[in-house]
């Protein structure tokens, strides 16, 4: 499975921007998927994850509220809505596909995207 993120790009302080990903594969359909991001310095944190069948949505508390993630297994593609941005939310977004992505556990992620840079100015 190859996965192709997209959408990332410089916005203001409380402005938006959704993410999209992109999979290869159909066997995208079984996969939990999800969204990481890694701000300069700092190590690879977990956004937001969903499961194959959407019954399961998972967020950190520093996006609750904010964000949305969504997926359409038609498309072999995961979205991210992020709203109200805040510069601490500036990072590489990544994209990532495994049992990991819902639970948070990135040891846990099969397969990485390529990253998307997000950058929110004050």
């Known amino acids: 499975v190859q996965l192709q993120a997209s959408g990332g790009g410089l916005v203001q302080a409380g402005g938006s921007l959704r993410l999209s990903c992109a999979a290869s594969?159909?066997?995208?359909?079984?996969?939990?998927m999800g969204w990481f991001r890694q701000a300069a310095g700092k190590e690879r944190e977990f956004v937001s994850g969903?499961?194959?069948?959407?019954?399961?949505?998972t967020y950190a508390d520093s996006v609750k509220g904010r964000f949305t993630i969504s997926r359409e297994n038609g498309k072999n593609t995961v979205y991210l809505q992020m709203n109200s941005l805040k510069p601490e939310d500036t990072a590489v977004y990544y994209c990532?596909?495994?049992?990991?992505?819902?639970?948070?556990?990135?040891?846990?992620?099969?397969?990485w995207g390529q990253g998307t840079l997000v950058t929110v100015s004050s």
């Open positions: 990532a596909a495994g049992p990991g992505s819902v639970r948070g556990a990135v040891h846990e992620i099969n397969y």
């Open positions: 594969a159909r066997t995208f359909t079984y996969y939990s």
């Open positions: 969903n499961s194959w069948n959407g019954d399961i949505t």
